[in-house]
């Protein structure tokens, strides 16, 4: 899996100059979870013009999200990739309307592996669970 974006977790490298879309989005959905409602409620009242530029902008985020999605899930149809990452952002930014009680890391953890399974994909080990058991 060398050389995908989907995420930044060990094993998983990301391209030089290329987002770590899931912790990118993660992060925006944490830190500043008050955008989300706003731009939901007023992009309507936006003219026609920044209207436009917004949707552009949101086509090339979720373009970033295609890209190493179609890398790891070569079989997906277009149509279903475009879907899953509208659904997977659609999960992430709920999380704008909930007050979670888990600790920042716990619910970092726990969206990064939502977004995994959303997307179709086997989860990352999370930085933060104990190490799986060795076996001999």
Avoid: K
């Avoid at 992009?43 to 552009?56: I, K, N, T």
């Avoid at 373009?63 to 997977?88: D, I, K, M, N, S």
Wanted: proline content about 12%; glycine content about 6%; hydrophobic content about 35%.
């Amino acid at each position: 899996m060398s050389g995908v974006v989907i995420g930044t977790q060990p094993g998983y490298a990301t391209p030089p100059g290329s987002p770590p879309v899931i912790d990118f989005h993660i992060h925006q959905v944490l830190s500043e979870p008050w955008l989300i409602p706003i731009y939901q409620r007023e992009e309507g009242s936006l003219p026609a013009g920044e209207r436009d530029r917004v949707r552009e902008i949101l086509r090339t985020y979720r373009a970033a999200w295609l890209e190493p999605l179609a890398r790891l899930r070569p079989g997906l149809r277009a149509e279903h990739a475009r879907t899953t990452v509208v659904c997977t952002f659609g999960m992430l930014n709920s999380n704008a309307y909930h007050r979670s009680t888990l600790p920042e890391r716990a619910l970092r953890d726990l969206l990064t592996e939502l977004s995994w399974r959303t997307l179709g994909l086997s989860a990352p080990p999370s930085p933060s669970s104990p190490p799986p058991a060795h076996r001999t």
